[in-house]
């Protein structure tokens, strides 16, 4: 028999996690919840690492039936069409993660195949060339996809660039007009039920005691509900990822809004550049074991855009993930969960995966201890399967330096090792975790990286090589007109979604 739906939620801690459960519970879980309470503190900011995203939230926007426009022109955003990273695999070399494929099979054979079979007969042209979001991006171009699959300009997506404060804000309107209720105040004690040690209540500063049945920790890196008070051990990954500090600082905007985030290497570690319409942002992420917090706090801004908007603002964490996210009636979300560097966009995307499963797995008051078990499964291979793309991306470099000499050098976990020997050995993509980074992001990384497998697929010599050339020649020939067809970047943002605030 099933239990008795849960009467009341308690979101702990505000910010785009608490805003984005508060607005996404609000308007999914209907009658299955009688309120939904958010708590959070003037006096405590937010983090704000990262203002870039994943294509899913254009997914998870739609779901809650957001105008795109609306949001568009109401958070500064830019429109995003992938990565481009300078100086990764060496000094003076850049290469970009764009958000679409490289054009469709060829007679069931992969397009990256089809190159590597031209690039063995001396054809040294690029692979970018035939990838649309690394064409636009290259001619700061925008326009949405067109609504035929089967088009260059409909096999593309694309993710924003905004102002996390003002999505944070725009998604508390979102949630508040749905009837989620809002309590200002900083929390002082936890009380925990005597039978099973469940939470029961939170203590505000103030004396009032909010009571629920399910709570969700959005209190960032102090994971005040899921670690301190409920113990959840946490996964340090920093043998790994090493980087532990980022200093970050808008900066006044540059005049061209590229519709791309960029990544630039650094002695240390590596820097973002996030245009938004009013402003950039910046950062240094950083290992403070190969430079100091000043010398890093002086690079970043001796390269920004233009003047620094404010102090650049050091942050301090941990690579990794708490062992469980959920645990008893706490479900963790954002920080509270885990950590890991914004290099690839990764940490909203999180968050809308621990919403989405939340929702799927979401509990009666019985707590069948079976869907914790479920949902921790699926955000370990979650975390799991972005760490070791992240991990690629250090691993792989050819750059010089203490830190990079480290990360060349270290010991990998075995599920990346087997997908970079499987890739040398064939040329063929292994992917963990169906939810993260498809096929073409592996590729767009393997290869700029300069990393090549050794061999091609032999169905490749299947197919005819005059055939298969010319077949790569058209290809390339459509992107870099349809390319070149799209509106600036700039001037389709100012037609149709110029910020207001």
Not at 145 to 161: E, I, K, T, W
Request: charged letters at 25%.
């Amino acid at each position: 028999m099933p239990g008795a739906a849960l009467g009341r939620i308690v979101i702990v801690g505000g910010g785009s996690a608490g805003w984005m459960a508060a607005a996404a519970l609000s308007a999914l879980l209907g009658r299955r919840v009688r309120e939904i309470v958010l708590i959070e503190s003037a006096e405590i900011g937010t983090i704000g690492v990262g203002e870039a995203t994943l294509p899913t939230l254009r997914a998870f926007n739609a779901t809650l039936g957001i105008d795109e426009i609306d949001f568009v022109r109401k958070t500064s955003a830019t429109f995003k069409l992938g990565i481009e990273f300078q100086d990764w695999s060496v000094p003076g070399r850049a290469f970009f993660h764009g958000f679409s494929g490289f054009g469709p099979a060829m007679r069931g054979v992969s397009p990256h195949q089809l190159w590597l079979k031209m690039r063995t007969s001396g054809d040294d042209e690029s692979y970018a060339r035939f990838s649309i979001t690394t064409a636009a991006a290259k001619l700061g171009r925008f326009a949405p996809p067109v609504p035929n699959p089967d088009s260059v300009l409909g096999s593309y997506s694309y993710a924003f660039q905004f102002d996390a404060a003002a999505y944070a804000a725009y998604l508390r309107a979102y949630a508040e007009r749905r009837g989620v209720r809002r309590l200002d105040g900083r929390i002082v004690d936890v009380r925990l039920r005597q039978d099973d040690g469940f939470i029961e209540a939170v203590l505000l500063q103030d004396e009032r005691l909010v009571s629920g049945d399910l709570f969700v920790d959005c209190t960032g890196f102090a994971a005040l509900l899921i670690g301190r008070t409920l113990g959840a051990g946490f996964e340090d990954w920093s043998k790994w990822l090493p980087c532990d500090r980022a200093f970050a600082v808008p900066c006044a905007s540059a005049t061209d809004l590229s519709p791309f985030t960029r990544s630039t290497a650094r002695q240390a570690g590596w820097q973002w550049r996030i245009p938004l319409q009013h402003r950039t942002g910046n950062g240094y992420v950083f290992c403070s074991s190969y430079v100091a917090d000043d010398e890093a706090r002086d690079t970043l801004l001796a390269n920004l855009d233009g003047a620094a908007l404010a102090e650049p603002k050091l942050l301090k964490f941990t690579a990794g993930r708490r062992r469980e996210s959920w645990k008893g009636n706490c479900v963790a979300l954002g920080l509270s969960s885990g950590f890991l560097e914004p290099l690839e966009s990764t940490s909203i995307h999180l968050v809308e995966s621990g919403i989405g499963r939340l929702i799927e797995l979401f509990p009666d008051r019985s707590f069948e201890p079976r869907l914790a078990v479920e949902y921790n499964r699926l955000m370990a291979r979650s975390f799991e399967s972005i760490r070791d793309f992240i991990i690629l991306h250090y691993h792989a470099s050819r750059r010089e330096g203490e830190l990079w000499r480290y990360c060349q050098n270290m010991p990998i976990p075995d599920a990346l090792r087997h997908q970079i020997e499987l890739f040398e050995a064939s040329g063929v993509v292994a992917l963990t975790d169906s939810g993260s980074f498809a096929e073409p992001s592996w590729i767009s990384i393997y290869f700029g990286l300069g990393m090549f497998p050794r061999r091609h697929d032999p169905m490749a010599d299947l197919i005819e090589e005059p055939a298969s050339s010319r077949e790569l020649a058209r290809r390339a020939r459509i992107v870099e007109g349809a390319a070149s067809s799209l509106p600036e970047h700039g001037a389709f943002i100012d037609r149709y979604c110029r910020a207001t605030i």
